[in-house]
């Protein structure tokens, strides 16, 4: 019995006339239905493109290919240009359609900004007018003689204290 691999393999060189069936394998593609469908296939595909370029010269294709390109990226380019054209419109359409207010030039003086730091203190979110107004008033006041931290001189630590300084300013 042959096998429909072996004879798919073959089919190709057969269709393109490098070699023939023998009667065992005719017997064969008569008898098995996949592998005459796919003798129908390779029959049909070998046909393809039968009778193109055999009149004309190389010349008069390499003239309809090129002339075929030049139409493609003629198209090309007038699509590519459509699609800017059509942004740009869709982008005025909303400018206009949008109605804000013409853009004006900023004016050259500059207004006084308040200097600080924004530090988001959930904790102070629950506080009365008057609580929040003492600690404005208290961080007010540790900012006016340029420490905000209440440290003592070097002489005031006993050793232990002295030597963690120490350590971490050495790192």
Same mark, same amino acid.
């Given at each position: 019995? $042959?096998?429909? =691999? #072996?004879? /798919?393999?073959?089919? &190709?060189?057969?269709?393109?006339? #490098?070699?023939? !069936? =023998?009667?065992?394998?005719?017997?064969?593609?008569?008898?098995?239905?996949?592998?005459?469908?796919? !003798?129908?296939? *390779?029959?049909?595909?070998?046909?393809?493109?039968? @009778?193109? @370029?055999?009149? %004309?010269?190389?010349?008069?294709? *390499?003239?309809?290919?090129?002339?075929?390109?030049?139409?493609?990226?003629?198209? #090309? #380019?007038?699509?590519? !240009? %459509?699609?800017?054209?059509?942004?740009?419109?869709?982008?005025?359409?909303?400018?206009?359609?949008?109605? /804000?207010?013409?853009?004006?030039?900023? %004016? &050259?003086?500059? =207004? &006084?900004?308040?200097?600080?730091?924004? $530090?988001?203190? &959930?904790?102070?979110? /629950?506080?009365?007018?008057?609580?929040?107004?003492?600690?404005?008033?208290?961080?007010?006041? /540790?900012?006016?003689? @340029?420490? @905000?931290?209440?440290?003592?001189?070097?002489?005031?630590?006993?050793?232990?204290?002295?030597? =963690?300084?120490?350590?971490?300013?050495?790192?």
């Amino acid at each position: 019995m $042959i096998e429909c =691999t #072996r004879l /798919s393999d073959q089919m &190709p060189a057969v269709g393109l006339g #490098r070699t023939d !069936w =023998t009667e065992e394998e005719i017997r064969h593609l008569t008898d098995c239905e996949s592998c005459r469908a796919e !003798w129908e296939l *390779v029959q049909a595909g070998s046909t393809i493109g039968k @009778g193109i @370029g055999e009149d %004309s010269g190389r010349a008069e294709m *390499v003239q309809a290919v090129m002339l075929r390109l030049a139409a493609h990226r003629t198209t #090309r #380019r007038r699509s590519a !240009w %459509s699609v800017a054209a059509l942004a740009t419109a869709a982008g005025v359409a909303a400018l206009i359609w949008s109605g /804000s207010a013409p853009i004006r030039p900023r %004016s &050259p003086v500059k =207004t &006084p900004q308040v200097a600080g730091l924004l $530090i988001p203190l &959930p904790e102070l979110d /629950s506080l009365p007018a008057a609580e929040l107004d003492s600690v404005l008033q208290t961080m007010d006041e /540790s900012g006016a003689d @340029g420490s @905000g931290l209440d440290t003592p001189d070097l002489g005031e630590l006993n050793t232990d204290e002295l030597e =963690t300084v120490l350590d971490y300013w050495e790192g």
